[in-house]
Each structure stands twice: as C-alpha cells, then as structure tokens.
Antibody, heavy 118, light 107 residues
C-alpha cells in the first residue's frame, strides 16, 4: 500500500524558516516524480512545487519561487521542502503527492500544518 | 496560467440522486484533466484521471467525460459517503492548476 507521511509543520514567525519532510513507502519512490500541494484553511488546492524522479528537474509556483526549495533523497525514500522567508499567506496544510503517468496525483499524504504568525 | 472554473460551487442533493459537476479550462487541455474527492478533515483522493479513467478502487458510479476545455464528473447514484468537496485539476501545462471546488451537501 502506498503511504506518504508528512512532518515538520509548525507555528513560525513571519520571515522564519521550516523544513518539511515526506516519508514514502509501499512503492518504488525513486521511479516517481513528486509534488507539494498546499491548502489554506477553508480554501482550495494550490500546487507549490514539483521534482523529477531523479531530483534534477525542479519547478515552483511563482508565489514561492526564490523562497522554497524542493529536494529528495532516494536512498531514504524521502521528499523535502525547505521553506524560507515565510509569509502569513504561506499558512496552509501542506500535502506531498505522487505524480502519475497522466499528470495526476494518485497518492497523497495526510498533510502537515504550517502556520505563519507573530 | 490555465484557469480552471468549476460549477456549481455547491450543490444540495439526496441519496440516490444523479449529480453532475462541470469544470471548464481557460484554454484547451486535451484530456489532461483529473478529479479528486476531499472529505472533511481528509486528504484529497484521486477519483478519475485523464478525463475518464477510473482510479483503482473507486466505485463505478463515478464517471468522467469531456475534451478540449469542457469536462464533467458524474455521480450516477449519490451515496452517503459521497458528500464531500470535488476538485478538478489540469496537467496539460505548468503550473498545475485546480478548480475552486464543488461542495456536495445533503439536501
């Protein structure tokens, strides 16, 4: 069974940093592109960042470009999101998700909550 | 960016009803359209990928159709567990974008 488990969410002050992790199991992690998608409280879904299966290609939403960095460690089956210069508008539940062959996200974690507030 | 517009934003329905949700893209996305269900307090769950392919384990009462810019998700006979919010998502062109969601509520 495919499982994704996010961690690292916390309450942080504006301008602060956090590193999110997503531990994957139940599938061959190194073969799949991965994504981060976030959801602000009571709102819809927003794609944040994607990374290729080998980690060489990274993509970011304009809203986080230059502040967030996606990475992965295929030896540890883990996806990361380094978040710097956090803003109030980054407050959200952050999900990691696995990209399927048609561009869908076929597996999602339960999310980790990031709250940016003074 | 490709804008995804869902309608209606909410719908009230009864168990056994047929419900149809529409997703319109601001430009053609071929068949790169996917549907997700999100129950309160849970992560999104993939229902339909590539317009009409049913994800493994998803009941056959869910179906998807469409092409170009206009797509629909249909639930043929609503069950109690189907009361949730539904999102569409395009993967034709970066950045990935989602519709605003359709909340299916109990009448």
């Amino acid at each position: 069974e495919v499982q994704l488990l996010e961690s690292g969410g916390d309450l942080v002050q504006p301008g602060g940093s956090l590193r999110l992790s997503c531990a994957a199991s139940g599938f061959t992690f190194r073969n799949y592109d991965m994504r981060w998608v976030r959801q602000a409280p009571g709102m819809g879904l927003e794609w944040v960042s994607s990374i290729s299966y080998d980690g060489y290609d990274n993509y970011y939403a304009d809203s986080v470009k230059g502040r967030f960095t996606i990475s992965r460690d295929n030896s540890k089956n883990t996806l990361y999101l380094q978040m710097n210069s956090l803003r109030a508008e980054d407050t959200a539940l952050y999900y990691c998700a696995t990209k399927g062959s048609s561009g869908e996200s076929f597996a999602w974690g339960q999310g980790t909550l990031v709250t940016v507030s003074s | 960016d490709i804008q995804m517009t869902q309608s209606p934003s909410s719908v009230s329905a009864s168990v056994g009803d047929r419900v149809t949700i529409t997703c319109r893209a601001s430009q053609s996305i071929s068949g790169h359209l996917h549907w997700y269900q999100q129950r309160p307090g849970q992560a999104p769950k993939l229902l339909i990928y590539a317009t009409s392919s049913l994800q493994s384990g998803v009941p056959s009462r869910f179906s998807g159709t469409g092409s170009g810019t206009d797509f629909t998700l249909t639930v043929s006979s609503l069950q109690p567990e189907d009361f949730a919010t539904y999102f569409c998502q395009q993967s034709q062109r970066a950045p990935l974008t989602f519709g605003g969601g359709t909340k299916v509520e109990i009448k």
